[in-house]
């Protein structure tokens, strides 16, 4: 089945870095859009970020562009998202995530399977 394990999480300074990685497994990794999406306390579903299935295409969200860098390795099946000059306000958990819909950028959360998530901290 299909399994997304989030890691690279923890707690950060204010204009530090951390780099998520995403590890996949039990489907053809190659064939799916992949997706970041983040969740601060007390609010709602973010898009961070997401990729096509060769890598040659990405989206940012407005706040993190210029300081986040989504990319994938179809041969080792992983997603990473590499985050820098990082903010208080990037405080979330981080869900690596997959659209169920292999070739398409679906842009719908209920179309996605998830990961467990990692806690990013961001804090002086």
């Known amino acids: 089945q299909v399994r997304l394990v989030e890691s690279g999480g923890g707690l950060v300074q204010p204009g530090g870095s951390l780099r998520l990685s995403c590890a996949a497994s039990g489907f053809t990794f190659s064939s799916y859009w992949m997706y970041w999406v983040r969740q601060a306390p007390g609010k709602g579903l973010e898009w961070v970020s997401r990729?096509?299935?060769?890598?040659?295409?990405?989206y940012y969200a407005d706040s993190v562009k210029g300081r986040f860098t989504i990319s994938r390795d179809n041969a080792q099946n992983t997603l990473y998202l590499q985050m820098n000059s990082l903010k208080s306000e990037d405080t979330a958990m981080y869900y690596c995530?997959?659209?169920?819909?292999?070739?398409?950028?679906?842009?719908?959360?209920?179309?996605?399977?998830w990961g467990q998530g990692t806690q990013v901290t961001v804090s002086s």
């Open positions: 990729i096509s299935t060769g890598g040659g295409v990405t």
């Open positions: 995530a997959k659209d169920q819909h292999p070739g398409f950028n679906t842009g719908s959360y209920d179309q996605l399977n």
